[in-house]
């Protein structure tokens, strides 16, 4: 049996890569990543050859073995090893726990951490770790805005998907403890295994299923599963260090104008 798409998805995220970050490593698109992944599509030879050594594994194991159950096999002998020898196992729930790493002052009075863009591919990596968030630079703002006994985050976003807040622009965030706190239709930063750092707007489709939505209409909206869910951070505001054109605000009134005429004309046809 080929286990190719399985041990795609399993060895990218055991790396902590997303979908674009191996097609950059391979030279490749990101789609196509996506659909070999999901079995639409077949690697060519020379790319499965190159996967291979990227993720350190023979040919034969990449395509013919489940890595997944090799490595859990691992994990069980190993840790039957250590019982053998008096050491201790720990065993986590089902749910297991979510550790969000802070930094504080001598004060013990939180503060907080910017994600620019640059740190973004190291972030999905190092997000658990409190020696790489603590590297990461960090502020106090004493507004009203951000109270306090709450976790904060900035995150630098890219990429024109959320006009009209520019790229560059910096996304003020708190945390979100669990998934059922999502407000429908408000903007969040997710962190996820699959897309690293995402600004989107979040919808609820189904169980175990988050719809992500754009600002800016020319971006379609997709779908992705809760499980690839990493950090969802919801956002509060943002900062921008790019000043509007007096053309772009009038751009934005004539859209706010036409979106308003449709609605109308919508309700005179109903």
Not at 8 to 21: D, E, I, P, S, V
Request: aromatic share 8%; glycine share 8%; proline share 5%.
């Amino acid at each position: 049996m080929i286990y190719l798409k399985e041990n795609m998805k399993f060895l990218r995220k055991q790396r902590a890569l997303t979908q674009g970050q191996l097609a950059d490593l391979l030279n490749s698109k990101r789609s196509l990543i996506g659909s070999y992944e999901e079995g639409r599509g077949v690697p060519k030879l020379s790319i499965i050859r190159h996967m291979a050594e990227i993720f350190e594994v023979s040919m034969d194991d990449l395509l013919a073995v489940d890595l997944s159950k090799k490595e859990l096999e691992g994990r069980r002998k190993k840790a039957e090893g250590k019982k053998a020898e008096g050491g201790d196992a720990a065993e986590t729930g089902g749910k297991g726990l979510k550790v969000l790493s802070v930094v504080v002052t001598p004060e013990n009075d939180e503060l907080i951490s910017i994600v620019p863009v640059k740190a973004s591919a190291g972030y999905l990596n190092g997000r658990a770790d409190a020696e790489y968030v603590g590297q990461l630079p960090h502020f106090s703002m004493p507004v009203a805005e951000l109270s306090q006994g709450r976790s904060y985050r900035v995150f630098q976003i890219k990429g024109d998907s959320m006009l009209p807040v520019p790229p560059g622009s910096y996304i003020f965030c708190d945390y979100v403890e669990e998934a059922s706190d999502i407000r429908e239709g408000k903007p969040y930063v997710l962190i996820t295994s699959d897309e690293g750092i995402v600004y989107k707007r979040i919808f609820l489709p189904g169980e175990n299923q988050l719809q992500l939505k754009s600002d800016n209409p020319e971006y379609e909206p997709y779908t992705v599963e809760t499980t690839s869910v990493l950090e969802i951070w919801r956002a509060l505001g943002f900062l921008s260090f790019e000043l509007p054109e007096p053309d772009a605000l009038n751009v934005q009134k004539l859209s706010a104008v036409v979106a308003k005429m449709q609605e109308e004309l919508a309700k005179i046809k109903g």
